[in-house]
Nanobody, 115 residues
Framework: QVQLMESGGGLVQPGGSLRLSCAAS????????MDWYRQAPGKERELVAT???????NYVDFVKGRFTISRDNARNTVYLQMNSLKPEDTAVYYC?????????WGQGTQVTVSS
């Protein structure tokens, strides 16, 4: 059974940093493309960052230079390092993996950026 569990969210002041973790069970992440998404209140879920099977990374424009996606194969975990956080980064952050026709999501972790 595939399970993803996000952690690391919290309340941070503008300009601060957080590192989100996505721990996986039931799958081996190192060969998989993994995504981080986020969903702000009243908005649709949106893609934030991707790490592909060869560890190539992609970011949406609004996080480029501030967020870094990475993976630790020994821990079977994907991370999202978020720096220079802004109030508009406030959202629930989810990790995602697509396996064939199945799309797996974690339960999400809340990130709130506020002074």
């Amino acid at each position: 059974q595939v399970q993803l569990m996000e952690s690391g969210g919290g309340l941070v002041q503008p300009g601060g940093s957080l590192r989100l973790s996505c721990a996986a069970s039931g799958i081996i992440l190192r060969r998989l493309t993994m995504d981080w998404y986020r969903q702000a209140p009243g908005k649709e879920r949106e893609l934030v960052a991707t790490i592909k099977s060869g560890d190539t990374t992609n970011y949406v424009d609004f996080v480029k230079g501030r967020f870094t996606i990475s993976r630790d194969n020994a821990r079977n975990t994907v991370y999202l390092q978020m720096n220079s956080l802004k109030p508009e980064d406030t959202a629930v952050y989810y990790c995602n993996v697509a396996l064939g026709r199945n799309n797996y999501w974690g339960q999400g972790t809340q990130v709130t950026v506020s002074s």
